[in-house]
Every structure is written in C-alpha cells, then in structure tokens.
C-alpha cells in the first residue's frame, strides 16, 4: 500500500474514532479499521515476490518423479 495514503487514512480514522457526534456504531467501525490498518504483519505472513516468480530450483522432471514415488508409498501404506 502506498505510504502516502496509508497515512492519510489513518489520520482520517482516527478523526473519525475521535468525533462525539458520530454513531457508536460508526465510531467502532472506524476504529477496527485504524487497528486492522496499523496492525503490522509478522515477517513469516511476508510474501517474497522474488522467490515466487524464480524458476524453480529443482527440475519439473525430478519433482514430478519424486511427487508419483510418495502417491504410490501413500497409496500401498494407505
């Protein structure tokens, strides 16, 4: 999200959070929204585009092997 206009919505919910002539319906709304906006993402949740978009690191041929060899032991196992 862009920095910018996270900023500007936060200051803007928070405005919200804060007004006496609003609903208490409308005051809770803005504040789950403030909360949900600067609540931070734990590193692990963190999608790496990068590692996503590489070439897989083992060959399509091997993972393939390796995927029929673990259906066939699940299946005589199973």
């Not at 900023?7 to 504040?31: M, R």
């Not at 790496?48 to 399509?60: E, F, G, H, I, R």
């Amino acid at each position: 999200m862009d920095q910018c206009l996270k900023n500007l919505t936060i200051g803007f919910l928070d405005d919200i959070a804060c007004n006496p002539n609003l609903l208490a319906a409308e005051v809770k709304a803005a504040s789950q929204l403030l909360r949900l906006i600067t609540k931070e993402e734990p590193e692990s949740s963190k999608v790496v585009l990068d590692l996503l978009l590489a070439p897989p690191m083992v060959s399509t041929q091997t993972l393939n092997s390796n995927m029929w060899r673990l259906i066939v032991q699940s299946w005589l196992v199973g």
